[in-house]
Every structure is written in C-alpha cells, then in structure tokens.
C-alpha cells in the first residue's frame, strides 16, 4: 500500500468525500478512485476502472479478476443519511441507535424550541421550513427520511420533496387513519400513487412497542430491513415463498 | 440491495488508527475480507490494521482468527509481501484456527509502506 495513496485516502475520508481503493492482490500495487480520477502509479485497465465507479455507486466492495490478476475494489463512501423532520420526544432516542448503526443525522423542525442543543447534543439541527431544508439536503439513494411531527404543515412539505427524490427510506408517523388522510393531501398536491406508495405507515417494524425508544428500535430495525433487503413488499413475498 | 458489511464510521477509524501507528513510526499493515462463502460472520470489506508490537483494531471475523491474521501480519512487516489467506472447515489448520460456525473466508494482508 503506497504512503502518499494511504494519506490521501485518510485525508478524502477525514474530508467526508468518496473514496475506491483498488489493489492488485499479487503484486500489492494499489490505485485511488478519488472524485478527481484515477490516481496511482502503473496502468490500471478501463475495465477495472469502469467497476470501481460501478462498485462506488452500488456501495459495495468486491473482488474482480482480470486477466491473470486479481484486484478487490474497497469502497469507502461517506456515511448514509438520516434526515429526521419532527425534534419530537421519539427522535431523541432515534438519533442515538441511528448513530450506533453509523448514519449522519439531520432533524429538521423550524420550532425553535424543540431543535434545541439541550435536547440534541452534538445533533446537525435545521431550522429552515421543512420543504427547504430537504430541497437543501437533497436526499439520495443512501438516505432515509423518517417524518414525525404528526402535523401536515411541516411533515407534508418534506414529503413532497422526499417522495420525488431517490431517498431509499421514507417512513412518516401517525396511525392508518391519519395516513389516510396523509395519502389524500398528497394526492391532492399532485404526487402519484407510486411516489404515495413509498411511504412505510404506520412507521416501524411492528414490535409491540410504545415507549419512545421502543418505536425509535422499530424504526431503525424497518430501515436496516429495507437497506437490505428492499422494501416490506419484497420481504412479505420473500417470507410467503 | 447494496449493502457494506461495515459502517463506514468504523472503516474510516481504521484507516485513521493505521495512519496514527505509521506515523509513530511503528510498522503497519492492514488486513481485510476479501471473499466469504457460508456464515463468515464478518462481510466483505471488513478490515483489522495491526502493529509490528502485535496492537490490532478492527476485525475481520467473529474472533476466530484474528490471532492468526495478526501473527501472519508480522511477517508481512518484515519483508513487505502481501499475502492472501484461506480460512475455512476445510482449511487443514481447521481444527487450529477454523471458522467455529462452518464458514470461509480469504483475507488479503499488506504492508502499509513508510
């Protein structure tokens, strides 16, 4: 592993940017997919290139041969991302597992005294109308939105925004009746049945749980579950098979 | 779904950890899974950087055979060679440092160079 590629890695990772490391397994000779190119001494083949952008995007280290070579792509991308709208009493706990399992974090609640330091120590808070601050955070295939304010006027912005981006995750809080009433909104404010149909509601796994931390678990368990393994629908068919 | 088997929190503190030890001027080099097949308990990706003094962090399986990575990492500072190890039921070092839960997994170890 050459030094000056091993401290331009920790140094783009330092920077939060993308990083691919690709290394030949039985020469060592190693290569940075770098958001400037391709870095590194001796010729790398397109191909090998070309699967190191494919493995960045897919988030997904991996071995590949190439002729009589072998390289593994090791992907380092910056963490996933959960936007949270609603500094409500269940976010406090959700912050906290949703770190333990590596996501960065963003509440947004234009209340000024719910996103507070006090509540949310060390927490990145947005203060700015909810449609503004997702337009401004641009949610993508590696973040999840979870809206749980209850109240139409600041989750339903977000969500107008959230459900025409590529967010992997969107989950909103409140009973069926109340997402009822969420999915005619929606509809009424132009969305289509298959941006709706992204919504998890009623939010969360269904374990059993009311206590705050408890829907807080079921909530990052329903994450991780559709990270994985897609969303609820997939997962019903997979079990019934 | 695309999925890392590590958060990336804990790869970039690796990295960073193997960083710190090069420059304290210890010898450095860092292991990771390149290939699991059956229930290796730890994914692809996942990484352990270790000191010529025998300091580790990281794993690369559930502990099974992390002490082998790491005596095989002293060689890899000593003369600079990468290395790709087999670990596996059916490994003949199986009954020494084998997967307890019937896995396998190839670890690619080298040198981080000064």
Known sequence: MQSSLFEKAVAL????????????????????????????????????????????????????????QRYFLHVYNPPRRLIIVGAVHITQPLVQIAAAAGYAITVIDPRGAFATAERFPGVDLNEDWPDEAMEAL?????????????????????????????????????SRKTHASRVERLTAAGLTAEEI????????????GRAPAEIAIAIMAQITQVL?????????????? | ????????????????????????????????????????????????????????????????????VVTEGQEVIADGKPRLLDFGI??????????????????????VEA
């Not at chain 1, 919504?199 to 059993?208: E, F």
């Not at chain 2, 960083?19 to 352990?48: E, F, H, M, N, Y």
Request: aromatic fraction near 4%; glycine fraction near 12%.
């Open chain 1, 138 to 174: 641009k949610p993508d295939n590696r973040t999840a939105v979870v809206t749980l304010t209850h109240d139409p006027k600041l989750d339903d912005p977000a969500l107008e925004v959230a459900l025409r981006s590529e967010a992997f995750y969107i989950g909103c809080l409140g």
């Open chain 1, 13 to 68: 990772r330092a920077d939060n940017q993308p990083v691919v490391r690709i290394v030949e397994m039985l020469s060592g000779a190693d290569w940075l997919l770098t958001p400037a190119g391709i870095e590194g001494s001796g010729s790398l083949p397109p191909e090998v290139a070309e699967a190191a952008s494919e493995a960045q995007r897919h988030d997904r280290s991996h071995d590949i041969k190439h002729g009589a």
């Open chain 2, 90 to 111: 059916s490994d003949d070092q199986a009954w020494e440092v084998g997967l307890a839960c019937g896995g396998k997994l190839e670890i690619f170890i080298e040198r």
């Open chain 1, 197 to 208: 149909g992204k919504i998890h509601a009623p939010i969360g796994l269904h374990l059993g």
């Open chain 2, 1 to 68: 779904m695309a999925e890392s088997s590590l958060t990336n929190a804990e790869a970039d503190a690796i990295l960073a950890q193997a960083r710190d030890w090069r420059s304290a001027g210890k010898g450095v080099a860092i292991a990771t899974v390149i290939s699991t097949w059956g229930s290796a308990p730890r994914g692809v990706g996942s990484q352990l950087a270790l000191t010529d003094d025998g300091a580790f962090v990281g794993s690369v399986s559930g502990g099974c055979v992390e002490g082998a």
């Open chain 1, 228 to 241: 994985h393994l897609g969303d609820g629908r997939e997962v019903k068919a997979k079990a019934a098979a």
